[in-house]
């Protein structure tokens, strides 16, 4: 099958495995989903041969993978409340008293990640807001059959996960791409492996709902 052409977004849907292959060379499939494979690579000076290779090896193998394209919305609705808003209710909290006190310890060295807990505060109000819109107004409208009425919602949450793909992109300059120095403590490695922990989790979030429930929505499909 030829991939370059096909948006990651796209290919992240039809390929189970595809989105930690694209997390693992930092393809942006939520937010940037819309971009082809191949200005991806480029963008990355990526081998798309490779690449498509891999992808070609992840189409191949069986999956019991969900399907959620052809799952009701009342289920995939659920599941996304459930996986994802409650789990990152549960995460930023922690990861921000986490990171507030790697910050009060280890101020003083050069590779302290300075300005991580009010990174990740700014992520937990805008989070919180967001949802409680999608749990309120949106996902009604959905559940409720009106998902072709509700482009002007829709339009908005996508904006909001591009903002929350840039303050990802923000906490990787940050924390030298998670990756704790030489010196690090325990609670310095807790901190960035639950934190990677968190950003997996709100990539497979943001593609469940830009790459499948809401172009569905919009289709009333």
């Known amino acids: 099958m030829e991939y370059a052409s096909q948006s990651l977004g796209a290919l992240a849907v039809a ?4 989105t930690k292959l694209f997390r693992q060379y930092d393809l942006d499939f939520c937010c940037g989903g819309k971009q082809t494979l191949q200005r991806a690579a480029d963008k990355k000076m990526l081998d798309i041969a490779e690449l498509s290779q891999q992808l070609d090896r992840l189409a191949s193998k069986p999956s019991e993978a969900k399907d959620w394209s052809q799952s009701p919305y009342s289920e995939m609705i659920s599941h996304i409340l459930q996986r994802y808003h409650q789990r990152h209710r549960e995460q930023l ?11 009060r310890v280890h101020a003083a060295k050069l590779t302290c990640p300075h300005g991580l807990a009010e990174r990740l505060t700014i992520i937990y109000q805008d989070l919180e807001q967001h949802m409680m819109k999608e749990e309120r107004i949106l ?3 959905i559940e409720q ?14 904006m909001e996960h591009d903002q929350a793909g840039q303050d990802v992109e923000k906490i990787k300059q940050i924390t030298n791409n998670l990756t704790p120095p030489a010196e690090a403590c325990n609670t310095w490695r807790a901190l960035y492996s639950s934190t990677e922990e968190f950003i997996t989790d709100l990539m497979e979030h943001i593609h469940l709902e830009n790459n499948i429930l809401f172009p569905r929505a919009l289709a009333n499909k």
Request: aromatic share 4%; no cysteine.
């Open 139 to 141: 996902f009604p409208m």
């Open 93 to 103: 909290p922690e990861l921000i008293l986490l990171a507030q006190k790697v910050e």
């Open 15 to 18: 390929i189970p495995g595809a």
């Open 145 to 158: 059959g009106m998902g072709t009425q509700a482009g002007g919602p829709i339009n908005v949450m996508e």
